[in-house]
């Protein structure tokens, strides 16, 4: 039986296409099992533009708001590379998702901002730097 069919303009061999659910794509061990299962594509989990703004806006304010009071109190706060939501984190986990297996693997940008997306979309789309030699 034939199942072949189109998805994002992607011929792919079956219509199943796992999308936009961390537990399934958070980690490559997982991607690759939804490929060995028959997945023809996977489309990521979401990055959620407003939810790294108010990490940010959050961690900007615990990590200022009276400072100047107690010296010691910077201590208190983990450093911000322990935060989930980061784009660049993401995007790392993205590339090597598609390194891992040999089905298209989609990212999943769910924006606020009036184009501001764009640029990130675009590095998701871009193919990876080359290294020097």
Known sequence: ???TTT???LKLRTPLVPSACGPLSGGLDKVRAL???GAS???MYSLFEEEILHESQQLDHYLTFG???YA???SYFPEPRVYAMDPERYLDHFRRAKRAVAIPVIGSLNG???GGWVKFAERLR???PTRAS
Request: cysteine-free; charged content about 30%; overall charge negative.
């Open 1 to 3: 039986m034939d199942l």
């Open 7 to 9: 998805y994002l303009g």
């Open 35 to 37: 490929e060995d299962a």
């Open 41 to 43: 594509a996977i489309v």
């Open 67 to 69: 400072s100047d009071s």
């Open 72 to 74: 010691e109190a910077l």
């Open 112 to 114: 606020v901002s009036s």
């Open 126 to 128: 871009k193919p990876e």
